[in-house]
């Protein structure tokens, strides 16, 4: 496919080209832009399933409006791919997701048309209204449009924002991109609704009734009739309408409408930016249409590179398996010893692994929608029953439900077990993506217990550890990544004994202190500063919080350094805790304590070693680091 040529698409470089073009090329256009899509993303990888679910609803838009004047807020910003290809980014969408290329989302600092950078699910309809505020405030005349998905729509942020966008009266035009699916089949009440809105029989037939009688009645009476028939119209849409809930919100719906009709999009879009205040265009699409491989749309919400031809993945991948199967064929098998264990997901059931346990015990398994925070606080609820819940949630999307863990859980000492996949670097997801916080937001948290596992059997150890405790929330945590080693049998691992530490090496010049994935380059650093003649203790602090007292206790007594060594923040993490801890002691020990971890700044897409790169977090960076500590600490000591 690649190569092939596109005779509308190699023409346009920017809006300008495309509000040339004449209406009627528009579709060829957009079969263009699907096999330029299919075929980059068949090479970088990428939300290939979001972005061709909307080529036609985002051509529409740059159609219609007028960006960069006005302000087109897409949520999420996965599927803004063509929203990319048509905004002069065409020439650089073989960088896509690629270091030194452009974003996977959108952002502020890549294009004028990005107008609000995301990566997190829902924030499109708040930051919309917020805009048009300013934009009364100042007095400017121009548009804003937020374009939200059905699966966003089962954030609670959502209707904060569409009861801010209702109430203020604000002129918003919100474009609900409703594929029925969020990765996996959206879920919830919501969804049922909006489906039935797309397919209700009496709905539509009472609506073309309705049309032909009053074009009928105005050919005969004159225009009176046809305003007092429009009116019935609105009343009978109430009764019988599904978009009333909008309505209800003081936002006008219209549709639903097809997706996949360009032109018919550009009318429908034309005739509503006539119109003011909130008002709401229902746009049924598929996900992934046109995408060669359609049995598994869940597949292809985001795909590693594939065979443009046939989509089928070009890697397999042999070796151990990753975090998240680990994790996912751990909580199944205990599931078996532990009846009152339940899990729950905020919509991803695949990329957390759950939907293995999903398949097993579909009536202990709860997808809430993308809602960590109902999640959070439904487990605290489930907790009070005597329930085991399970939280199975990425560290950067746990961000969302820190009130919850606070509020909710901890202060309820309830035991909630939280199982954060993809902490540390997250590779090319990029910077809203990052799971390098959870250090530091956790360990603020009352009575939390944080965990890190180095290897496959630690997270089944941990996991048995925490089932076996009953007071007070537990997480553990784990990167985007494959384990070191196949994992063995669940039934053979025993748990970890409660807030105990490992050491991995002894020695006696400096001691190193590794979280979770970090114990690995630890002990190859360690192996390198032989060369130096530094024999360095590695420990591995696989309970970040509570420590093991009497393993840092002997660490305090039998070393001047302690250097910890974490893929988080340094910035609150776990070396500032333990070095204000050891800060605390009396007597005040000699040794003192460094933390070494994530410089506090963003971190660019790229892949994850390389970003582990950055951050000084490989073992050559750490030897470089722990080196240099020794040698400034040996000038200091007298
Ligand atoms: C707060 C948060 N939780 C989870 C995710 C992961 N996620 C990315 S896209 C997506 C589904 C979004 O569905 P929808 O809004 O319908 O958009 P679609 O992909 O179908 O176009 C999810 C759950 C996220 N981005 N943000």
């Not at 299919?38 to 990888?45: C, E, H, L």
């Not at 203020?168 to 991109?177: A, E, P, T, W």
């Not at 910890?564 to 070396?575: C, K, Y």
Request: hydrophobic share 45%; with cysteine.
């Amino acid at each position: 496919m690649a190569g092939l040529p596109m005779a509308l698409l190699d023409g346009i470089n920017g809006l300008e080209d495309l509000k040339r073009l004449p209406r009627e090329q528009l579709p060829e256009l957009c079969e263009e832009i699907r096999h330029r899509l299919v075929d980059v993303v068949s090479r970088t990888g990428g939300h290939i399933g979001a972005s061709l679910g909307v080529v036609e609803l985002a051509t529409a838009v740059a159609v219609v409006f007028d960006s960069p004047r006005d302000k087109v807020v897409w949520d999420v910003g996965h599927q803004a791919y063509t929203w990319k290809l048509l905004t002069g980014r065409n020439d650089r969408l073989d960088t896509l997701r690629q270091q030194g290329g452009i974003s996977g989302f959108l952002r502020r600092d890549e294009s004028p048309h990005d107008h609000f950078g995301a990566g997190h699910a829902g924030t499109a309809l708040s930051a919309a209204v917020g805009m048009a505020v300013a934009r009364d405030l100042k007095g400017e005349h121009h548009d804003v449009v937020a374009i939200v998905g059905d699966g966003a729509m089962t954030c609670g942020l959502s209707y904060e924002g569409m009861n801010n966008a209702g109430h203020s009266n604000r002129d918003l035009i919100i474009i609900l991109n409703d594929n029925g699916m969020s990765i996996a089949p959206n879920v919830g009440a919501m969804s049922r609704y909006l489906a039935n809105v797309a397919t209700n029989p009496l709905y539509n037939r009472v609506r073309d009734e309705l049309k032909h009688l009053t074009q009928r009645v105005d050919a005969m009476v004159g225009h009176g009739v046809q305003e007092f028939a429009r009116r019935a119209e609105e009343s009978l849409k109430n009764l019988v309408l599904p978009g009333v809930l909008f309505q209800e919100m003081g936002v006008r719906y219209f549709g639903p409408v097809d997706g996949h009709d360009v032109r018919g999009l550009v009318d429908a879009l034309e005739k509503i930016r006539q119109l003011k205040g909130p008002r709401l265009l229902h746009v049924l699409t598929q996900k992934g249409k046109g995408f060669p491989l359609p049995a598994d749309v869940e597949k292809f919400h985001s795909r590693a590179p594939y065979d443009p031809s046939t989509g089928e993945l070009k890697a397999a991948g042999g070796g151990p398996p990753q975090w998240t199967r680990v994790f996912g064929e751990a909580v199944t098998a205990l599931a078996a010893e532990h009846p009152e264990l339940v899990v729950i997901t905020a919509a991803m059931p695949t990329g957390t692994g759950t939907s293995i346990f999903q398949s097993r015990y579909p009536e202990r398994f709860f997808d809430v929608g993308i809602a960590e925070g109902h999640a959070t606080t439904f487990a605290a609820g489930l907790a009070t029953q005597g329930l085991r819940p399970v939280v199975a949630i990425y560290s950067t999307f746990l961000q969302r439900a820190y009130d919850n863990i606070i509020h909710d859980v901890a202060i309820q000492k309830l035991p909630v077990i939280f199982c954060l996949d993809r902490a540390g670097m997250v590779g090319d997801d990029g910077q809203t993506h990052m799971g390098l916080y959870d250090l530091a937001y956790l360990l603020a948290v009352p009575g939390m217990t944080i965990a890190a596992p180095r290897d496959a059997a630690e997270l089944i150890g941990l996991l048995r550890c925490a089932l076996a405790r009953t007071e007070g929330p537990f997480a553990i945590r784990y990167p985007r990544d494959k384990t070191p080693a196949d994992p063995p049998p669940v039934s053979s691992v025993p748990a970890v004994p409660y807030g105990t530490w490992e050491t991995l090496r002894r020695g006696r010049d400096v001691a190193l202190l590794a979280v979770g994935a970090m114990c690995a380059p630890a002990v190859e650093a360690a192996e390198a500063l032989k060369a130096d003649g530094l024999d360095a203790t590695v420990v591995n602090c696989r309970f970040v919080k509570p420590v093991d007292r009497k393993a840092l206790d002997a660490l305090l007594r039998e070393h001047h350094l302690l250097v910890t060594i974490e893929d988080g923040v340094v910035t609150n993490g776990f070396g500032a805790y333990l070095a204000a801890l050891v800060e605390g002691l009396t007597p005040a020990p000699s040794a003192r304590v460094v933390a070494h971890g994530a410089p506090d700044r963003t971190y660019e897409h790229a892949p994850r070693g390389k970003q582990l790169e950055a951050a000084g977090l490989t073992a050559g960076a750490i030897a470089a680091r722990v080196r240099a500590l020794v040698a400034a600490h040996a000038a200091l000591s007298p």
